[in-house]
């Protein structure tokens, strides 16, 4: 298994310009996440996916927009990106009721100039 | 508002110490607690937590919940410098199966 698989691993945008995050996970877990981590904070959650064709907003939801067709793949779109969404950003998965808490991918690093 | 506190914010101990790390929290429907290591790159599983006053241990890291004061522990015996790391504790609530994390904590080991 490959686990939670992120693309890309660095991006630099210019403000104003759009992009797309990958998240993959191939364990067939239901709940699929989007964090972003700026420095020497935790993790802050931005929306996140109880299934296929369901999506909620979590903490921190402006300036983003995700959709989940697939079981497997979460994507997260920035739409006029902002210095302010400069941070990581971690995509994880769970199974419900599961004992080892998420999974997380290895984190694309993005900065907005 | 739902919320989960570590102290402290960062440490820095010898070789062979042990550390105990902190996490405080306040959250709706709590499902479990859980730690993570995050040396520079995703964060790792450590403990998952539900039930209070029974510990779990691996190897020189042990932790502990308490659901009436609403704390967790993380232990570390015998520090080496591959401790060094940033610990996160989060808590699962049932609703939404949503997790909150804590700033959490910067452990420095020196050799």
């Known amino acids: 298994n490959a686990g939670v698989t992120q693309t890309p691993k660095f991006r630099i945008l210019k403000i104003g310009q759009s992009m797309t995050l990958q998240c993959t996970q191939d364990?067939?877990?239901?709940?699929m996440y989007w964090y972003r981590q700026d420095p020497g904070m935790g993790l802050k959650l931005i929306y996140y996916?109880?299934?296929?064709?369901?999506?909620d907003k979590g903490e921190v939801p402006n300036g983003y927009n995700v959709s989940r067709s697939t079981t497997e793949d979460f994507p997260l779109r920035l739409e006029l990106a902002a210095p302010s969404q400069t941070s990581v950003y971690f995509c994880?998965?769970?199974?419900?009721?599961?004992?080892?808490?998420?999974?997380f991918g290895p984190g694309t690093r993005l900065t907005v100039l | 508002e739902d919320k989960v506190v570590q102290s402290p914010l960062s440490l820095v101990v010898h070789e062979g110490d042990t550390v105990t790390l902190n996490c405080s929290y306040e959250?709706?429907?709590?499902?479990?607690l859980l730690w993570y290591k995050q040396e520079k790159k995703a964060p790792t599983f450590l403990f998952m937590l539900?039930?209070?006053?029974i510990e779990k241990k691996s190897g020189r890291l042990s932790s502990i919940l308490d659901k009436k004061e609403l704390f967790s522990i993380l232990n570390i015996t015998a520090t080496q410098t591959g401790d060094s790391a940033v610990y996160l504790c989060?808590?699962?609530?049932?609703?939404?199966?949503?997790?909150?994390f804590g700033t959490g904590t910067s452990l420095t080991v020196i050799p």
């Open positions: 539900t039930s209070s006053g």
């Open positions: 994880a998965s769970n199974r419900p009721g599961g004992d080892f808490g998420q999974f």
């Open positions: 996916s109880v299934g296929a064709g369901i999506t």
């Open positions: 959250v709706t429907n709590f499902r479990s």
């Open positions: 989060a808590v699962e609530a049932n609703t939404g199966n949503q997790f909150y």
């Open positions: 364990m067939n877990h239901n709940y």
